[in-house]
Nanobody, 129 residues
Framework: QVHLVESGGGLVQPGGSLRLSCVAS????????IGWFRQAPGKEREGVSY????????VYGDSVKGRFTIARDSAKNTVYLQMNSLKPEDTAVYYC??????????????????????WGQGTQVTVPT
């Protein structure tokens, strides 16, 4: 059975940092790309970052470029999202999702949620104003 478990969320002041973790079980990240998404109350889900299983290619959403960094530790079957210079508009529930490498070619923006096979339950990140 496949599980993706996010952790590392919390309350942080503007300008602060958090590191989110996405631990996968029941699948190997050698064969799955990982996307990070977020959803704030009353807003649509937004793609944050993506790392390919094929070539390690990385993509960031425009709103987080230069502030967030995605990284994969294959030995730990874990993907991290380092978030720096956090802003109140980063407040959201953050989800990681896995896409089988055979389907990664279907991703154009890399953030087509319906292409991803597995999703975690999410972790809350709150940056107060």
């Amino acid at each position: 059975q496949v599980h993706l478990v996010e952790s590392g969320g919390g309350l942080v002041q503007p300008g602060g940092s958090l590191r989110l973790s996405c631990v996968a079980s029941g699948l190997s990240l050698r064969y799955y790309g990982i996307g990070w998404f977020r959803q704030a109350p009353g807003k649509e889900r937004e793609g944050v970052s993506y790392i390919s299983s094929r070539d390690g290619r990385i993509v960031y959403g425009d709103s987080v470029k230069g502030r967030f960094t995605i990284a994969r530790d294959s030995a730990k079957n874990t993907v991290y999202l380092q978030m720096n210079s956090l802003k109140p508009e980063d407040t959201a529930v953050y989800y990681c999702a896995a896409v089988f490498h055979g389907d990664e070619g279907r991703l154009t923006t890399k953030f087509e949620a319906d292409v991803y096979h597995y999703w975690g339950q999410g972790t809350q990140v709150t940056v107060p104003t």
